[in-house]
Protein backbone atom coordinates (compact mmCIF):
# COMPACT_ATOMS: atom_id res chain seq x y z
CA UNK A 1 0.00 0.00 0.00
CA UNK A 2 2.67 2.21 0.66
CA UNK A 3 4.87 1.32 -1.85
CA UNK A 4 1.87 2.33 -4.10
CA UNK A 5 2.05 5.50 -2.20
CA UNK A 6 5.55 6.42 -3.30
CA UNK A 7 4.66 5.95 -7.05
CA UNK A 8 1.68 7.82 -6.62
CA UNK A 9 3.42 10.98 -5.67
CA UNK A 10 6.30 10.10 -8.11
CA UNK A 11 3.84 10.56 -10.85
CA UNK A 12 2.33 13.62 -10.11
CA UNK A 13 -1.34 13.30 -10.66
CA UNK A 14 -3.44 16.15 -12.23
CA UNK A 15 -4.45 18.58 -9.73
CA UNK A 16 -8.21 18.60 -11.84
CA UNK A 17 -8.72 15.19 -10.42
CA UNK A 18 -6.85 13.98 -7.44
CA UNK A 19 -6.00 16.31 -4.08
CA UNK A 20 -2.43 17.31 -4.45
CA UNK A 21 -1.83 16.61 -0.73
CA UNK A 22 -3.12 12.69 -0.24
CA UNK A 23 -3.58 11.28 -3.86
CA UNK A 24 -7.15 10.64 -3.45
CA UNK A 25 -9.36 11.30 -6.84
CA UNK A 26 -12.18 13.93 -6.24
CA UNK A 27 -14.93 11.86 -6.75
CA UNK A 28 -14.01 9.84 -3.92
CA UNK A 29 -13.69 12.49 -1.72
CA UNK A 30 -15.46 15.87 -1.95
CA UNK A 31 -12.97 18.75 -2.89
CA UNK A 32 -12.75 22.60 -1.63
CA UNK A 33 -10.70 25.22 -2.40
CA UNK A 34 -7.81 26.10 -0.20
CA UNK A 35 -6.28 29.60 0.24
CA UNK A 36 -2.50 29.07 -0.50
CA UNK A 37 -1.58 30.98 2.05
CA UNK A 38 -3.96 30.69 4.74
CA UNK A 39 -6.83 33.08 5.23
CA UNK A 40 -5.86 34.01 8.65
CA UNK A 41 -2.41 34.36 7.43
CA UNK A 42 -3.82 37.25 4.93
CA UNK A 43 -5.85 38.63 7.30
CA UNK A 44 -3.27 39.05 10.26
CA UNK A 45 -0.95 40.97 7.89
CA UNK A 46 -3.75 42.73 5.55
CA UNK A 47 -2.28 40.75 2.44
CA UNK A 48 -6.10 39.60 0.51
CA UNK A 49 -6.07 42.63 -2.09
CA UNK A 50 -1.88 42.71 -2.33
CA UNK A 51 0.00 41.13 -5.21
CA UNK A 52 2.12 38.54 -5.31
CA UNK A 53 5.80 38.84 -6.87
CA UNK A 54 6.49 35.34 -7.06
CA UNK A 55 7.86 34.41 -10.54
CA UNK A 56 5.15 31.60 -10.85
CA UNK A 57 2.24 33.81 -10.19
CA UNK A 58 3.27 37.27 -10.49
CA UNK A 59 0.68 39.47 -10.48
CA UNK A 60 -1.96 37.78 -8.71
CA UNK A 61 -3.69 38.66 -5.20
CA UNK A 62 -3.46 36.51 -2.45
CA UNK A 63 -6.90 35.83 -1.92
CA UNK A 64 -6.76 34.63 -5.59
CA UNK A 65 -4.13 32.25 -5.10
CA UNK A 66 -6.35 29.10 -4.81
CA UNK A 67 -5.94 25.33 -5.39
CA UNK A 68 -8.91 22.27 -4.87
CA UNK A 69 -8.14 20.13 -2.04
CA UNK A 70 -10.17 17.32 -0.54
CA UNK A 71 -12.47 18.20 2.08
CA UNK A 72 -10.54 15.56 4.27
CA UNK A 73 -6.85 17.44 4.07
CA UNK A 74 -8.93 21.33 4.51
CA UNK A 75 -11.10 20.37 7.27
CA UNK A 76 -8.94 17.57 9.24
CA UNK A 77 -5.13 17.03 9.60
CA UNK A 78 -3.90 19.78 7.65
CA UNK A 79 -7.24 22.00 9.08
CA UNK A 80 -6.67 21.48 12.67
CA UNK A 81 -2.01 22.07 11.52
CA UNK A 82 -3.21 25.52 10.10
CA UNK A 83 -5.56 25.82 13.63
CA UNK A 84 -2.63 25.24 15.99
CA UNK A 85 -0.02 27.44 13.74
CA UNK A 86 -2.43 29.96 13.36
CA UNK A 87 -2.89 30.10 17.25
CA UNK A 88 0.78 30.44 17.52
CA UNK A 89 1.79 32.96 14.84
CA UNK A 90 -1.13 35.58 15.89
CA UNK A 91 -0.36 35.09 19.24
CA UNK A 92 1.69 38.62 19.54
CA UNK A 93 5.20 36.64 20.20
CA UNK A 94 4.84 34.19 17.62
CA UNK A 95 8.81 33.05 18.26
CA UNK A 96 8.05 32.15 21.83
CA UNK A 97 4.75 30.67 20.81
CA UNK A 98 6.35 28.09 18.47
CA UNK A 99 9.28 27.35 21.10
CA UNK A 100 7.56 24.02 22.60
CA UNK A 101 6.34 23.55 19.28
CA UNK A 102 6.90 20.08 16.74
CA UNK A 103 9.93 21.51 14.14
CA UNK A 104 8.32 18.85 12.12
CA UNK A 105 4.97 20.85 12.04
CA UNK A 106 6.48 23.74 11.08
CA UNK A 107 8.25 22.39 8.38
CA UNK A 108 4.98 20.82 7.22
CA UNK A 109 3.29 24.21 7.08
CA UNK A 110 6.17 25.65 5.63
CA UNK A 111 6.04 23.17 2.65
CA UNK A 112 2.19 23.01 1.79
CA UNK A 113 2.81 26.12 0.86
CA UNK A 114 5.58 25.60 -1.53
CA UNK A 115 4.10 22.27 -2.31
CA UNK A 116 0.57 23.87 -3.37
CA UNK A 117 2.50 26.78 -5.35
CA UNK A 118 4.72 24.15 -7.43
CA UNK A 119 1.68 22.46 -7.92
CA UNK A 120 -0.51 24.98 -9.43
CA UNK A 121 2.20 27.02 -11.06
CA UNK A 122 2.51 23.32 -12.81
CA UNK A 123 -0.54 23.12 -13.68
CA UNK A 124 -0.63 26.50 -16.58
CA UNK A 125 1.40 26.82 -19.11
CA UNK A 126 3.76 29.29 -19.49
CA UNK A 127 2.94 32.64 -21.64
CA UNK A 128 6.55 32.76 -23.37
CA UNK A 129 6.30 29.27 -24.36
CA UNK A 130 2.59 28.90 -26.38
CA UNK A 131 4.67 29.43 -29.43
CA UNK A 132 6.62 26.35 -28.77
CA UNK A 133 5.95 22.93 -30.63
CA UNK A 134 5.50 21.65 -26.65
CA UNK A 135 5.06 24.78 -24.12
CA UNK A 136 5.68 24.15 -20.92
CA UNK A 137 4.30 24.96 -17.78
CA UNK A 138 5.17 28.32 -15.57
CA UNK A 139 6.97 25.65 -13.45
CA UNK A 140 8.65 23.79 -16.04
CA UNK A 141 8.01 20.24 -16.03
CA UNK A 142 11.98 19.17 -15.46
CA UNK A 143 11.60 20.78 -11.86
CA UNK A 144 9.35 18.33 -10.91
CA UNK A 145 11.13 15.61 -10.29
CA UNK A 146 13.20 17.40 -7.90
CA UNK A 147 10.19 18.79 -6.36
CA UNK A 148 8.13 15.71 -5.80
CA UNK A 149 10.58 15.10 -3.00
CA UNK A 150 8.54 17.75 -1.17
CA UNK A 151 5.37 16.07 -2.13
CA UNK A 152 6.55 12.95 -0.62
CA UNK A 153 6.75 15.01 3.10
CA UNK A 154 3.25 15.95 2.23
CA UNK A 155 2.12 12.85 0.80
CA UNK A 156 3.37 10.86 4.08
CA UNK A 157 1.93 14.03 6.34
CA UNK A 158 -1.26 13.42 5.12
CA UNK A 159 -1.70 9.66 5.07
CA UNK A 160 -0.43 9.53 8.71
CA UNK A 161 2.85 8.17 7.95
CA UNK A 162 6.83 8.83 8.91
CA UNK A 163 9.08 9.96 6.80
CA UNK A 164 12.88 10.13 7.44
CA UNK A 165 15.84 10.54 5.77
CA UNK A 166 19.59 8.44 5.16
CA UNK A 167 22.78 8.39 3.88
CA UNK A 168 23.89 5.83 1.35
CA UNK A 169 25.69 4.03 4.25
CA UNK A 170 23.89 4.12 6.99
CA UNK A 171 22.65 0.91 8.84
CA UNK A 172 18.87 0.01 7.92
CA UNK A 173 17.60 1.38 11.43
CA UNK A 174 15.58 4.20 11.56
CA UNK A 175 14.81 4.60 14.82
CA UNK A 176 18.60 4.78 16.00
CA UNK A 177 20.25 7.15 13.14
CA UNK A 178 17.50 8.60 10.34
CA UNK A 179 16.32 12.45 10.62
CA UNK A 180 14.17 14.50 9.32
CA UNK A 181 14.32 14.91 5.51
CA UNK A 182 14.10 18.87 5.76
CA UNK A 183 17.05 21.89 7.16
CA UNK A 184 14.57 24.01 8.93
CA UNK A 185 15.98 26.99 10.78
CA UNK A 186 13.98 29.11 13.17
CA UNK A 187 14.79 32.79 13.82
CA UNK A 188 13.56 35.35 16.31
CA UNK A 189 13.06 38.83 14.06
CA UNK A 190 14.04 42.58 15.08
CA UNK A 191 11.00 44.31 14.63
CA UNK A 192 12.50 47.57 15.59
CA UNK A 193 12.62 48.61 11.55
CA UNK A 194 8.58 49.87 11.07
CA UNK A 195 10.03 50.66 7.28
CA UNK A 196 9.49 47.11 7.13
CA UNK A 197 6.46 44.95 7.01
CA UNK A 198 5.85 42.36 9.21
CA UNK A 199 5.24 39.38 6.22
CA UNK A 200 7.78 38.44 3.68
CA UNK A 201 7.97 35.10 1.63
CA UNK A 202 10.10 33.83 -0.89
CA UNK A 203 11.12 30.39 -2.18
CA UNK A 204 13.78 28.59 -4.67
CA UNK A 205 12.61 26.01 -6.58
CA UNK A 206 15.65 25.02 -8.01
CA UNK A 207 17.31 24.27 -4.64
CA UNK A 208 13.52 23.71 -2.75
CA UNK A 209 13.82 26.17 -0.10
CA UNK A 210 11.23 28.55 1.07
CA UNK A 211 11.93 31.35 3.50
CA UNK A 212 8.60 33.11 5.40
CA UNK A 213 8.93 35.81 7.98
CA UNK A 214 5.97 36.88 10.26
CA UNK A 215 5.56 39.40 13.07
CA UNK A 216 8.69 38.25 14.60
CA UNK A 217 9.43 34.66 13.57
CA UNK A 218 11.52 33.82 11.05
CA UNK A 219 11.36 29.97 8.65
CA UNK A 220 14.05 28.89 6.69
CA UNK A 221 13.49 25.54 5.37
CA UNK A 222 15.34 23.67 2.86
CA UNK A 223 13.88 20.73 2.06
CA UNK A 224 17.02 18.44 1.51
CA UNK A 225 17.53 15.44 3.83
CA UNK A 226 18.84 17.19 5.78
CA UNK A 227 21.93 18.06 4.41
CA UNK A 228 22.28 21.10 5.59
CA UNK A 229 21.82 21.03 8.96
CA UNK A 230 24.27 17.80 8.91
CA UNK A 231 26.87 19.69 7.14
CA UNK A 232 26.44 23.66 7.88
CA UNK A 233 24.92 24.37 11.02
CA UNK A 234 28.21 25.04 12.32
CA UNK A 235 28.67 27.65 9.89
CA UNK A 236 24.69 29.75 11.17
CA UNK A 237 24.58 28.59 14.55
CA UNK A 238 25.65 31.37 15.98
CA UNK A 239 23.43 33.39 14.30
CA UNK A 240 20.02 31.76 14.97
CA UNK A 241 20.22 32.96 19.17
CA UNK A 242 20.01 36.15 17.81
CA UNK A 243 17.10 38.79 16.46
CA UNK A 244 17.72 39.16 12.72
CA UNK A 245 16.65 42.56 10.86
CA UNK A 246 14.20 41.78 7.77
CA UNK A 247 17.39 42.52 5.42
CA UNK A 248 19.50 39.63 7.76
CA UNK A 249 16.95 37.38 7.44
CA UNK A 250 17.07 37.68 3.74
CA UNK A 251 20.45 37.17 3.75
CA UNK A 252 20.39 34.21 5.67
CA UNK A 253 17.99 32.54 3.82
CA UNK A 254 19.99 33.33 0.26
CA UNK A 255 22.80 32.26 1.86
CA UNK A 256 21.41 28.95 2.79
CA UNK A 257 19.54 28.75 -0.82
CA UNK A 258 22.76 29.51 -2.26
CA UNK A 259 24.61 26.58 -0.53
CA UNK A 260 22.58 23.94 -2.56
CA UNK A 261 24.11 25.11 -5.63
CA UNK A 262 27.28 23.54 -4.70
CA UNK A 263 26.04 19.91 -4.20
CA UNK A 264 27.89 16.97 -5.19
CA UNK A 265 25.81 15.68 -8.15
CA UNK A 266 24.77 12.57 -6.16
CA UNK A 267 23.66 14.51 -3.26
CA UNK A 268 20.95 15.53 -5.19
CA UNK A 269 19.91 11.98 -6.23
CA UNK A 270 17.50 10.06 -3.65
CA UNK A 271 16.24 6.62 -3.29
CA UNK A 272 12.90 5.74 -1.78
CA UNK A 273 11.88 2.71 0.54
CA UNK A 274 9.11 1.82 2.20
CA UNK A 275 10.26 0.51 5.73
CA UNK A 276 7.59 -1.97 7.30
CA UNK A 277 8.31 -1.87 10.81
CA UNK A 278 8.67 1.70 11.26
CA UNK A 279 6.27 2.64 8.94
CA UNK A 280 7.46 5.27 7.07
CA UNK A 281 9.17 6.30 3.50
CA UNK A 282 12.83 6.37 4.29
CA UNK A 283 14.44 9.10 1.77
CA UNK A 284 18.28 8.12 0.69
CA UNK A 285 20.61 11.01 -0.30
CA UNK A 286 23.18 9.04 -2.74
CA UNK A 287 26.39 9.77 -0.70
CA UNK A 288 27.75 8.82 2.63
CA UNK A 289 27.34 10.65 6.08
CA UNK A 290 31.21 10.45 6.13
CA UNK A 291 31.36 12.97 3.09
CA UNK A 292 30.44 16.61 3.00
CA UNK A 293 28.77 17.07 -0.38
CA UNK A 294 29.01 20.91 -0.43
CA UNK A 295 31.48 21.67 -2.76
CA UNK A 296 34.50 24.80 -2.51
CA UNK A 297 35.34 24.19 -6.00
CA UNK A 298 31.76 25.13 -6.95
CA UNK A 299 31.73 28.46 -5.35
CA UNK A 300 30.37 31.38 -7.39
CA UNK A 301 30.53 34.57 -6.35
CA UNK A 302 28.72 36.25 -8.77
CA UNK A 303 25.42 33.64 -7.90
CA UNK A 304 26.16 34.32 -4.44
CA UNK A 305 25.63 38.09 -4.89
CA UNK A 306 22.91 37.59 -7.20
CA UNK A 307 21.03 35.51 -4.54
CA UNK A 308 21.94 37.58 -1.47
CA UNK A 309 20.84 41.13 -3.89
CA UNK A 310 17.36 38.96 -4.51
CA UNK A 311 17.07 38.71 -0.99
CA UNK A 312 17.41 41.54 0.08
CA UNK A 313 16.39 43.93 -2.47
CA UNK A 314 19.84 45.18 -3.37
CA UNK A 315 21.96 45.66 -6.62
CA UNK A 316 24.67 42.47 -6.55
CA UNK A 317 26.80 44.31 -8.13
CA UNK A 318 26.65 46.51 -4.76
CA UNK A 319 27.70 42.88 -2.91
CA UNK A 320 30.52 41.50 -5.41
CA UNK A 321 33.16 43.21 -5.35
CA UNK A 322 37.19 42.78 -6.50
CA UNK A 323 38.68 39.23 -5.62
CA UNK A 324 35.44 37.81 -5.30
CA UNK A 325 34.77 39.81 -1.56
CA UNK A 326 31.40 39.33 -1.04
CA UNK A 327 29.76 42.43 1.15
CA UNK A 328 27.53 40.77 4.43
CA UNK A 329 25.35 42.51 6.83
CA UNK A 330 25.02 39.31 9.38
CA UNK A 331 29.16 39.47 10.55
CA UNK A 332 31.82 41.60 11.38
CA UNK A 333 35.31 41.48 10.27
CA UNK A 334 35.95 39.21 13.05
CA UNK A 335 32.94 36.97 12.29
CA UNK A 336 30.97 37.93 14.98
CA UNK A 337 26.98 39.12 15.10
CA UNK A 338 26.51 42.42 13.45
CA UNK A 339 23.47 44.38 15.26
CA UNK A 340 21.89 46.05 12.32
CA UNK A 341 21.70 49.74 12.51
CA UNK A 342 18.16 51.12 12.67
CA UNK A 343 18.00 54.19 14.71
CA UNK A 344 20.22 57.51 14.06
CA UNK A 345 22.79 56.84 16.72
CA UNK A 346 23.99 52.83 15.44
CA UNK A 347 23.80 54.17 12.02
CA UNK A 348 26.26 57.22 12.61
CA UNK A 349 28.34 54.50 14.80
CA UNK A 350 28.18 52.53 11.94
CA UNK A 351 29.42 55.06 9.81
CA UNK A 352 32.21 55.90 12.24
CA UNK A 353 33.37 52.21 12.51
CA UNK A 354 36.39 51.96 9.00
CA UNK A 355 35.49 48.02 9.08
CA UNK A 356 31.99 48.83 7.96
CA UNK A 357 30.39 50.66 4.94
CA UNK A 358 26.08 51.55 4.72
CA UNK A 359 24.61 50.66 1.75
CA UNK A 360 20.73 51.03 0.84
CA UNK A 361 18.81 48.18 -0.39
CA UNK A 362 15.44 50.48 -1.47
CA UNK A 363 15.93 53.77 -0.29
CA UNK A 364 16.07 52.29 3.68
CA UNK A 365 19.88 51.90 4.85
CA UNK A 366 21.79 48.60 5.21
CA UNK A 367 24.86 48.11 7.76
CA UNK A 368 27.08 45.88 6.55
CA UNK A 369 30.84 44.39 6.42
CA UNK A 370 33.31 44.10 3.81
CA UNK A 371 33.72 40.28 4.59
CA UNK A 372 34.61 37.42 2.36
CA UNK A 373 32.02 34.81 3.81
Known amino acids: MSLRMISDVLAVRDISSHCPLCGLKFGRVAKTQEHIFPRWLQKHHTLETRRLTLPNLIGKTYKSVRIDICNKCNHHRFGRLEAEIARRVCSGDAF ?9 LLAVWLGKILWLLCRKGHAYTDHRTRADPVPDSIVPTDFMPGITYLGMIERAFAMRKDMYACYLTDPPFPEFSYGPPYSLYVVEIDTRDTRFETF ?20 ICAFDGGVHREFRLHRFQHLLC ?23 EDALRVQYYWNKPTGAVIAQTQTPRSFDPFLAEYHNPERLAKMIGHGTYTD ?23 RYAVTEEEIEAARRDPHQTLMGPLDSRWRTDPGTR
Open 96 to 104: SAVQDFDPE
Open 242 to 264: EKLHPIQFGELAARIFYDHTVLH
Open 316 to 338: PDQILHEGGRIFTCLEDHEGNFL
Open 200 to 219: DFSDNLITLGAALRTGNLGL
